[in-house]
């Protein structure tokens, strides 16, 4: 399996809503990235696992929560969203240490009305 | 991370060769040159990386120059399907595994 699978596809939420985003990866890889995706613009990377442990959050709002219960799977928490937040959310995974590169996911279309 | 500077767009005939520069004159001696390229409403895909010598793989060739400030991503017969957006991003994994994309070249194959 050489996929990073990210669902839903679409989703869209109230700014009272929770939801969540669900990433997975069976490679074995032992990092893992969300990056946020605005139209015509290059993905911005939100936060970092490197061996399922916060390594790098980029400054983003509390609204956005991650977690990553094992090695394969990486969540990403919804909460009291801004219709800014409207994006292309990705996943992606690779080996930690250099020289790997990463595999992303189609990304989730989220639209916040 | 160095910074990189690749032209915004560039057009390619189909069958023949893409040639996408990129400038990175601040990058240091453990630093790779990574490229990847990104079509309309899919994620990112990876093509190629390198730190000095030129590398092939089947997508892509990475030509370094000696000095390492600048490098050129070569697609040998472009096809309409690598119309995409191609980003060269320059790291090294020790400032942690980031990898941070810039406005990349907007590659686009015409028949």
């Known amino acids: 399996d050489t996929e990073v699978t990210q669902t839903p596809k679409h989703l869209v939420m109230g700014m009272t809503n929770k939801k969540s985003l669900k990433c997975e990866q069976h490679m074995g890889h032992r990092a893992m990235y969300w990056y946020k995706q605005k139209a015509k613009k290059p993905p911005e990377l939100m936060f970092v696992?490197?061996?399922?442990?916060?390594?790098i959050n980029e400054s983003v709002p509390s609204r956005f929560s991650p977690e990553c219960p094992n090695s394969s799977l990486l969540n990403l928490h919804l909460h009291a969203l801004q219709p800014e937040d409207s994006a292309l959310y990705l996943c992606?995974?690779?080996?930690?240490?250099?020289?790997?590169?990463?595999?992303f996911g189609s990304g989730t279309r989220l639209t916040v009305v | 991370d160095a910074k990189t500077t690749q032209p915004p767009s560039m057009d390619c005939a189909e069958g023949r060769a893409a040639n996408l520069p990129c400038n990175h004159s601040?990058?240091?001696?453990?630093?790779?040159v990574y490229w990847y390229r990104q079509i309309h409403s899919q994620g990112p895909q990876y093509i190629i990386h390198?730190?000095?010598n030129n590398e092939t793989n089947e997508m892509a060739s990475l030509i370094i120059t000696e000095d390492r400030k600048s490098s050129t991503l070569i697609l040998p017969h472009a096809t309409l399907r690598d119309t995409a957006v191609y980003y060269c991003?320059?790291?090294?994994?020790?400032?942690?595994?980031?990898?941070?994309f810039g406005a990349g070249t907007i590659l686009r194959v015409k028949s």
């Open positions: 390198g730190l000095k």
């Open positions: 992606a995974s690779s080996q930690v240490g250099q020289g790997s590169g990463y595999t």
């Open positions: 696992y490197s061996y399922e442990k916060l390594s």
């Open positions: 601040t990058i240091s001696g453990n630093e790779y």
């Open positions: 991003i320059v790291r090294f994994w020790e400032y942690g595994n980031k990898l941070v």
